[in-house]
């Protein structure tokens, strides 16, 4: 019956797509159900996995700690986990999709797409690194700066039961744990083409959700672990932020195009220049290089935006429902339903309350 249900969805969501073929080609939906139907032929039960006794040891104790993270995502976060990452897919490569950013030569603001369910968002995805590439080549052709980067993980909002894929399997406890909750929070409420709040929301959901599972392990290093990860990323979202709103004073200047590329190529290796200062009180943590090491064109600025904005304003309105998940849920709900330039009015200040930052096992 579960294989019908799958299948039938599977149908339909592929026919809405059909139907919007105004907004994207066939070709492009065609590869997208490809590398879904694949994922979803692809899983393995994880417990029966376990029941293998030639299992790799670093597999099955990965394995054991994501039914721990299920089970206390369950019970104590009250987040739909049903049969969501009891599988696993063995990706047989590095990514799960690859996502092709692009942005015109003088300006920061992505090109958007729209799909069926998830709404407009400034990212196209392909299942093969050959295709996103090809697809870039096509942008690039067209003057559009270009960017793709790997995606190691999604979710399909509940059309699926979403699996552990091999891409993040041997990624550390906390971050398992916060991937597994942040996707999770997303079938809890999602607002189609509002990426701020939905990311705000399902990130606040990811570090409450963190915090409560150290205090029920006994593990205060796992807490300051993930609290020191997304010290880091903040200080990087906001280089590149500030770096970004330079590039945007100078598109928008009476400058020549020829000295704006000039003067785009040095705003691009100053800011490399900006972040190797930046790294310098990480204590020689390099996380960030790889990205650094591209071209720091718009596309891959434009990758860069305040999607945390509003944790903060989520921190405080769980606050002031005594931390009760429950309605927290439900406020959250109704927020989304609200029109957009509605929702963020509505969230609390977080200023007007003092934030608690020392942890307590």
């Not at 699926?160 to 399997?169: G, I, K, P, T």
Request: aromatic share 12%; net charge negative; with cysteine.
């Amino acid at each position: 019956m579960m294989k019908i249900r799958t299948t039938l969805k599977f149908v339909v969501l592929l026919g809405l797509s059909i139907l919007l073929i105004s907004c994207e080609t066939v070709s492009y939906y065609s590869q997208a159900a490809r590398g879904q139907l694949e994922i979803l032929t692809s899983r393995e039960g994880i417990q029966g996995l376990l029941q293998d006794p030639q299992l790799p040891v670093e597999l099955r104790e990965q394995f054991e700690l994501v039914l721990q993270i299920r089970e206390f995502a369950a019970l104590e976060l009250q987040l739909p986990v049903a049969d969501n990452y009891s599988t696993y897919v063995d990706l047989g490569r590095e990514h799960v999709v690859w996502n092709v950013f692009a942005a015109p030569e003088f300006s920061t603001q992505a090109v958007n797409w729209c799909y069926p369910i998830a709404g407009c968002v400034s990212y196209r995805g392909y299942f093969s690194e050959s295709s996103a590439e090809a697809y870039a080549r096509k942008l690039e052709q067209e003057g559009f700066d270009v960017y793709t980067g790997g995606v190691d993980a999604y979710s399909t909002l509940g059309w699926f039961d979403d699996s552990l894929l091999s891409s993040v399997v041997n990624r550390s406890a906390h971050q398992l744990a916060g991937l597994i909750f942040h996707e999770l929070a997303h079938l809890v409420v999602f607002a189609p083409g509002d990426t701020t709040f939905n990311e705000s929301f399902a990130t606040a959901v990811e570090r409450e959700g963190i915090r409560r599972w150290a205090r029920a392990r006994g593990e205060q290093q796992l807490y300051l672990d993930a609290e020191q990860n997304l010290a880091r990323q903040s200080e990087f979202v906001a280089l590149v932020l500030q770096w970004r709103d330079q590039f945007d004073v100078l598109y928008s200047s009476d400058t020549s195009e020829t000295e704006k590329r000039e003067q785009k190529q040095g705003l691009q290796q100053t800011l490399r220049v900006a972040y190797e200062d930046l790294k310098e009180s990480w204590s020689g943590y390099d996380g960030y290089d790889a990205w650094f090491a591209r071209e720091l064109n718009n596309a891959q600025l434009s990758t860069v935006a305040s999607y945390n904005d509003l944790v903060p304003a989520f921190d405080r309105l769980l606050q002031q429902l005594e931390g009760d998940l429950g309605q927290f849920y439900r406020r959250v709900q109704e927020l989304a339903e609200l029109p957009v330039d509605e929702r963020e009015q509505q969230l609390p200040n977080p200023d007007l309350l003092a934030r608690e930052t020392a942890f307590q096992i």
